[in-house]
C-alpha cells in the first residue's frame, strides 16, 4: 500500500476494479486494449493484435478475483498447496479461461458486433507446450482442479524459452523444429522482476563459529535472477483465480559488472547466455532422464526459487516456522522437483537457525512425493560427483538425512548388510549416487502412486522394504484429467447432450456422469449420440485437411492411438495389426468385404535421442504410404499419421475417436491418462490390465472395453523364464 498524508481517492481504496459485464462493455474493453495496449485501430490490426486484445480483456474481467484471492490466501494463511512441477503442459489458455469466466456468449456476441470471429481469434493462440506429456499434462490439470475446488495454492515451475519441439516429418521421418512459443507475446503472463530470486550454485560449503555453536554455511561460486512470470488459473465459474508462478533464468547484474569492469566483454556475455540458458529449453526426454548437469540446475533454480518465494512472500509477519506443516505442503511432481528437501533443510538450518532434529520433523510433514513410474531407467539419480560440484552443501545434507535413516533402519531391521545397502539414498554402483526416489520417500509424509495397479507395484516392488519401514506412507491416488477442458470444451456437443439429460453438475462433480446409466436404453438418447460423433468426426476431418491435407473417409470407425512413442506403450504391435490386416487382403486370406472401415490415427512424438521410437515413427508412416495407396484394400483401411500432437490436436482428435488404443505391456504404464479422456469422450478402449485402464474397466464394464494381453503376473512369469523373440518367430 503507497503511503500518503491527504485522503485517499475512494477507488484506491476498494480491493480492485469491478468488470464489465455486457457485451457493450466487453466491446469497449477489446477496442480499448487494442488502441492503448496494441496500439491500432481495429481497421489495421492483425489477427495477433486482435487475439492479444481479447486475451487482455478476459484477463481484465479475471483480475478482481485474482487480486483479491492472492490477498485472502496471505491474509487468511489456511493452509495451502504448493504444487512443484517441471512441466505443465497447458494447452491453450483463452477458450479454457472463457469458459471459467462464463464469457464464452458476451466475447463471441461482442466480437460478433466488431466484426470479429472469436473462432479465429481462438485459433491463433499457440499452446504453450511447457511439458513432454502426461506427467506436465497431469500438472496443468490439477491446478485446474484445485482451483475449481477453491483449495488455496499455487504451482510452481520452469517458464522454459522453449517448450517441447514441433515434430515435422521429413519423407516419414522425424524432425524437430525450435518452439519459439513467445515469439509474438504471451498475453496471458505478467513479469514480475521485482519479485527476483537469487539462486546460487557451486562453490564450498565451510563450518563456523555463531556464540558457541558450531554451524555450517554454503559459499557459492555464482548465482542467477530467478524472475517470475504468473499466470491465472480460473476455477470453473466459482470466482476463484489462483496462481501458476512459472521461473526464468536471467543474469544477475553484479555477477555481470564484475566482469564487464574487468574489461572482458566477451567473457560478460558469455557470462550471461551461460545464466540464461537454465531456462531456455524444456528436455525433451520422457520417462527417461538424461542425468545433464542442465537439468539439475533446472531442477534447483525452480525449486530454491519457489522455496524462497513461498516463505518470503506468503507467510505472515512474525510467523513461527514450527507452525509450517499447518500452513503448506510442497507436492512433489515426481523426482524433478525433489532436490527441494534437501535446500528446505539448508534454509531450516543455516538460515533459519533451527536445531536438526526440529527442521527435519518439520520437512517430513511438509513434502509428498507423486512416484510417476515403475520403468527403472526412470527412476533419477544423480552421481554424487556431479550434485556435490554444483550443490556442496545439498549433498552434505543429503549424507546426514541417510546417515540417520540408515541407523535407524538398522536398529528396526538389524544388521542385514545387503537391506541396508539397498534402502540407502546413497547408490554405490555403477557410480555413486543420489537415489532421488528414496529421498523423496524418506522425506515425504505421503507417497502415493497413480493407479490402484502401480501403487500396488511399487509397495510390492520398487519401493518394498520402504513399505515395511513407513506403514502407512504409502497410498494411492488414481490420476485425472479435468472435464472442463476435455469434454466441455473439447466436446461441446456431447457437453450439451449430457447436460440436457440430467444437469451440468458433471462439470464439477463427475461421478453425476453415472446418471447418464438409465440412457443407454433410449432410442433416442443413443441416436443423438451416435449424431454428436459423427459432427465430431468430420469437425477431425476439417481440421486434419486444413492442417495437413490428409482427407478422413465417412463411415469409417476411428480406431485412435495418441501419445509419446515409447516402446513399452507399443505403437509397433498397433502398426504390426495393421500390417496383419494388410498382408491378410493381399494374400487373399481376408476377403476384402470382410474388412471393417477404419482409420487408424497416429499421433505421437518421440525423444530426439531415442532411436527405435523414430524409427517406429518412420514405419508407421511408411506403411501409411503403402496401405492408403494400394487399390486393392477398396480404401478400407487407412493410416493418418498428424504430427505434433500436442493438447490442442488431442482436444480435436479425442471427442472423434471410436476406438481407444491403451495397450501398454501390463505393469509398465503408471496410469495413463489419454485413456481417461477417451473414455470421458464416450470412445470404447481396447486395452491391456495396465495403469488406469483397470480403473477404467471396472467403471464402464466389460462391454465397453475390449481386454487385451498378457496380465502383469503373466508378464513377469514370462520374463523370469526368459523372453527370446526369436524363439517365437521360429516355433511358428
Ligand atoms: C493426455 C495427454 C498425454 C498423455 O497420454 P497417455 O496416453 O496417458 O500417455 C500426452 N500428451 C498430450 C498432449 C496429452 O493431452
Given at each position: 500500500?503507497?503511503?500518503?498524508?491527504?485522503?485517499?481517492?475512494?477507488?484506491?481504496?476498494?480491493?480492485?476494479?469491478?468488470?464489465?459485464?455486457?457485451?457493450?462493455?466487453?466491446?469497449?474493453?477489446?477496442?480499448?486494449?487494442?488502441?492503448?495496449?496494441?496500439?491500432?485501430?481495429?481497421?489495421?490490426?492483425?489477427?495477433?493484435?486482435?487475439?492479444?486484445?481479447?486475451?487482455?480483456?478476459?484477463?481484465?474481467?479475471?483480475?478482481?478475483?485474482?487480486?483479491?484471492?492472492?490477498?485472502?490466501?496471505?491474509?487468511?494463511?489456511?493452509?495451502?498447496?504448493?504444487?512443484?512441477?517441471?512441466?505443465?503442459?497447458?494447452?491453450?489458455?483463452?477458450?479454457?479461461?472463457?469458459?471459467?469466466?462464463?464469457?464464452?456468449?458476451?466475447?463471441?456476441?461482442?466480437?460478433?458486433?466488431?466484426?470479429?470471429?472469436?473462432?479465429?481469434?481462438?485459433?491463433?493462440?499457440?499452446?504453450?507446450?511447457?511439458?513432454?506429456?502426461?506427467?506436465?499434462?497431469?500438472?496443468?490439470?490439477?491446478?485446474?482442479?484445485?482451483?475449481?475446488?477453491?483449495?488455496?495454492?499455487?504451482?510452481?515451475?520452469?517458464?522454459?524459452?522453449?517448450?517441447?519441439?514441433?515434430?515435422?516429418?521429413?519423407?516419414?521421418?522425424?524432425?524437430?523444429?525450435?518452439?519459439?512459443?513467445?515469439?509474438?507475446?504471451?498475453?496471458?503472463?505478467?513479469?514480475?522482476?521485482?519479485?527476483?530470486?537469487?539462486?546460487?550454485?557451486?562453490?564450498?560449503?565451510?563450518?563456523?563459529?555463531?556464540?558457541?555453536?558450531?554451524?555450517?554455511?554454503?559459499?557459492?561460486?555464482?548465482?542467477?535472477?530467478?524472475?517470475?512470470?504468473?499466470?491465472?488459473?480460473?476455477?470453473?465459474?466459482?470466482?476463484?483465480?489462483?496462481?501458476?508462478?512459472?521461473?526464468?533464468?536471467?543474469?544477475?547484474?553484479?555477477?555481470?559488472?564484475?566482469?564487464?569492469?574487468?574489461?572482458?566483454?566477451?567473457?560478460?556475455?558469455?557470462?550471461?547466455?551461460f545464466a540464461e540458458n537454465i531456462s531456455k529449453v524444456l528436455y525433451p526426454e520422457d520417462s527417461t532422464p538424461q542425468g545433464k548437469e542442465l537439468r539439475l540446475q533446472q531442477q534447483y533454480f525452480f525449486v530454491a526459487a519457489s522455496i524462497h518465494d513461498f516463505l518470503d512472500n506468503?507467510?505472515?509477519?512474525?510467523?513461527?516456522?514450527?507452525?509450517?506443516?499447518?500452513?503448506?505442503?510442497?507436492?512433489?511432481?515426481?523426482?524433478?522437483?525433489?532436490?527441494?528437501?534437501?535446500?528446505?533443510?539448508?534454509?531450516?538450518?543455516?538460515?533459519?537457525?533451527?536445531?536438526?532434529?526440529?527442521?527435519?520433523?518439520?520437512?517430513?510433514?511438509?513434502?509428498?512425493?507423486?512416484?510417476?513410474?515403475?520403468?527403472?531407467?526412470?527412476?533419477?539419480?544423480?552421481?554424487?560427483?556431479?550434485?556435490?560440484?554444483?550443490?556442496?552443501?545439498?549433498?552434505?545434507?543429503?549424507?546426514?538425512?541417510?546417515?540417520?535413516?540408515?541407523?535407524?533402519?538398522?536398529?528396526?531391521?538389524?544388521?542385514?548388510?545387503?537391506?541396508?545397502?539397498?534402502?540407502?539414498?546413497?547408490?554405490?554402483?555403477?557410480?555413486?549416487?543420489?537415489?532421488?526416489?528414496?529421498?523423496?520417500?524418506?522425506?515425504?509424509a505421503k507417497v502415493n502412486g497413480v493407479a490402484e495397479l502401480h501403487s500396488q507395484l511399487l509397495r510390492d516392488k520398487v519401493l518394498h522394504d520402504f513399505d515395511a519401514f513407513f506403514p502407512g506412507k504409502f497410498t494411492n491416488v488414481t490420476n485425472g484429467v479435468t472435464p472442463r477442458?476435455?469434454?466441455?470444451?473439447?466436446?461441446?456437443?456431447?457437453?450439451?447432450?449430457?447436460?440436457?439429460?440430467?444437469?451440468?453438475?458433471?462439470?464439477?462433480?463427475?461421478?453425476?456422469?453415472?446418471?447418464?446409466?438409465?440412457?443407454?436404453?433410449?432410442?433416442?438418447?443413443?441416436?443423438?449420440?451416435?449424431?454428436?460423433?459423427?459432427?465430431?468426426?468430420?469437425?477431425?476431418?476439417?481440421?486434419?485437411?486444413?492442417?495437413?491435407?490428409?482427407?478422413?473417409?465417412?463411415?469409417?470407425?476411428?480406431?485412435?492411438?495418441?501419445?509419446?512413442?515409447?516402446?513399452?506403450?507399443?505403437?509397433?504391435?498397433?502398426?504390426?495389426?495393421?500390417?496383419?490386416?494388410?498382408?491378410?487382403?493381399?494374400?487373399?486370406?481376408i476377403a476384402v468385404s470382410d474388412v471393417v472401415p477404419r482409420t487408424a490415427i497416429f499421433g505421437a512424438k518421440a525423444a530426439p535421442g531415442y532411436a527405435m521410437a523414430k524409427r517406429i515413427i518412420h514405419l508407421i508412416n511408411a506403411v501409411g504410404e503403402v496401405v492408403n495407396t494400394?487399390?486393392?484394400?477398396?480404401?478400407?483401411?487407412?493410416?493418418?499419421?498428424?504430427?505434433?500432437?500436442?493438447?490442442?490436436?488431442?482436444?480435436?482428435?479425442?471427442?472423434?475417436?471410436?476406438?481407444?488404443?491403451?495397450?501398454?505391456?501390463?505393469?509398465?504404464?503408471?496410469?495413463?491418462?489419454?485413456?481417461?479422456?477417451?473414455?470421458?469422450?464416450?470412445?470404447?478402449?481396447?486395452?491391456?490390465?495396465?495403469?488406469?485402464?483397470?480403473?477404467?474397466?471396472?467403471?464402464?464394464?466389460?462391454?465397453?472395453?475390449?481386454?487385451?494381453?498378457?496380465?502383469?503376473?503373466?508378464?513377469?512369469?514370462?520374463?523370469?523364464?526368459?523372453?527370446?523373440?526369436?524363439?517365437?518367430?521360429?516355433?511358428?
Open positions: 500500500m503507497p503511503e500518503s498524508h491527504s485522503p485517499l481517492h475512494p477507488l484506491a481504496l476498494a480491493p480492485v476494479i469491478a468488470p464489465p459485464s455486457t457485451a457493450d462493455e466487453f466491446v469497449e474493453r477489446f477496442l480499448h486494449n487494442l488502441n492503448f495496449d496494441r496500439g491500432v485501430a481495429l481497421s489495421a490490426s492483425s489477427a495477433n493484435d486482435r487475439y492479444l486484445a481479447l486475451a487482455h480483456t478476459v484477463r481484465d474481467y479475471l483480475m478482481a478475483r485474482w487480486l483479491e484471492d492472492v490477498r485472502h490466501q496471505k491474509e487468511v494463511q489456511a493452509k495451502g498447496v504448493c504444487y512443484l512441477s517441471a512441466e505443465y503442459l497447458l494447452g491453450r489458455q483463452l477458450d479454457n479461461n472463457l469458459l471459467a469466466a462464463d464469457l464464452t456468449e458476451v466475447a463471441g456476441e461482442a466480437l460478433a458486433s466488431c466484426g470479429v470471429s472469436l473462432d479465429e481469434l481462438r485459433a491463433h493462440e499457440v499452446e504453450p507446450g511447457l511439458g513432454n506429456g502426461g506427467l506436465g499434462r497431469l500438472a496443468a490439470c490439477f491446478i485446474d482442479s484445485l482451483a475449481t475446488m477453491a483449495v488455496p495454492s499455487i504451482g510452481y515451475g520452469i517458464r522454459y524459452e522453449y517448450g517441447i519441439f514441433r515434430q515435422t516429418f521429413v519423407d516419414g521421418q522425424q524432425v524437430e523444429q525450435p518452439d519459439a512459443w513467445l515469439a509474438l507475446g504471451s498475453p496471458w503472463e505478467f513479469a514480475r522482476p521485482e519479485d527476483a530470486q537469487t539462486i546460487a550454485f557451486g562453490g564450498r560449503t565451510e563450518k563456523y563459529d555463531d556464540d558457541g555453536v558450531t554451524r555450517s554455511r554454503w559459499v557459492p561460486a555464482w548465482n542467477v535472477q530467478a524472475v517470475p512470470y504468473n499466470y491465472m488459473v480460473p476455477g470453473f465459474r466459482n470466482g476463484r483465480v489462483n496462481t501458476l508462478r512459472l521461473w526464468s533464468a536471467v543474469a544477475t547484474s553484479a555477477f555481470d559488472l564484475r566482469i564487464f569492469n574487468s574489461g572482458d566483454y566477451e567473457e560478460a556475455v558469455r557470462a550471461q547466455t506468503m507467510l505472515a509477519d512474525g510467523f513461527d516456522l514450527a507452525n509450517l506443516p499447518e500452513r503448506v505442503i510442497f507436492q512433489l511432481n515426481d523426482t524433478h522437483p525433489v532436490i527441494a528437501v534437501p535446500e528446505f533443510m539448508r534454509v531450516l538450518v543455516d538460515e533459519k537457525h533451527l536445531e536438526w532434529d526440529a527442521a527435519w520433523a518439520i520437512t517430513q510433514q511438509c513434502f509428498a512425493y507423486t512416484c510417476h513410474t515403475l520403468l527403472p531407467e526412470a527412476l533419477e539419480v544423480w552421481p554424487v560427483e556431479l550434485l556435490g560440484r554444483l550443490l556442496p552443501r545439498h549433498l552434505e545434507i543429503i549424507y546426514r538425512i541417510n546417515d540417520e535413516f540408515l541407523v535407524a533402519v538398522r536398529e528396526r531391521f538389524g544388521d542385514d548388510e545387503m537391506l541396508v545397502r539397498n534402502m540407502s539414498i546413497i547408490a554405490e554402483h555403477p557410480e555413486r549416487s543420489v537415489r532421488m526416489a528414496y529421498l523423496a520417500t524418506v522425506a515425504g477442458r476435455f469434454l466441455r470444451l473439447a466436446n461441446p456437443e456431447l457437453s450439451s447432450l449430457i447436460t440436457a439429460a440430467i444437469g451440468d453438475g458433471w462439470t464439477t462433480e463427475l461421478e453425476r456422469l453415472h446418471e447418464l446409466e438409465p440412457f443407454a436404453d433410449d432410442a433416442e438418447f443413443r441416436s443423438a449420440f451416435a449424431r454428436v460423433k459423427a459432427a465430431n468426426k468430420r469437425r477431425l476431418s476439417e481440421v486434419l485437411r486444413e492442417r495437413d491435407g490428409v482427407e478422413i473417409s465417412d463411415g469409417h470407425m476411428l480406431d485412435v492411438m495418441v501419445k509419446r512413442l515409447h516402446e513399452y506403450k507399443r505403437q509397433l504391435l498397433k502398426v504390426l495389426h495393421i500390417v496383419t490386416t494388410y498382408e491378410g487382403v493381399i494374400s487373399g486370406r494400394d487399390p486393392r484394400l477398396e480404401g478400407r483401411l487407412k493410416v493418418v499419421f498428424p504430427p505434433n500432437y500436442n493438447v490442442t490436436l488431442a482436444e480435436r482428435v479425442i471427442p472423434a475417436a471410436d476406438l481407444s488404443e491403451q495397450i501398454s505391456l501390463a505393469g509398465k504404464e503408471a496410469s495413463g491418462t489419454g485413456n481417461m479422456k477417451f473414455a470421458l469422450n464416450g470412445a470404447l478402449t481396447i486395452g491391456t490390465d495396465d495403469g488406469a485402464n483397470v480403473e477404467i474397466r471396472e467403471l464402464v464394464g466389460d462391454d465397453n472395453f475390449y481386454l487385451f494381453g498378457m496380465s502383469e503376473p503373466e508378464v513377469e512369469a514370462l520374463s523370469t523364464r526368459g523372453y527370446r523373440p526369436q524363439e517365437f518367430y521360429q516355433g511358428r
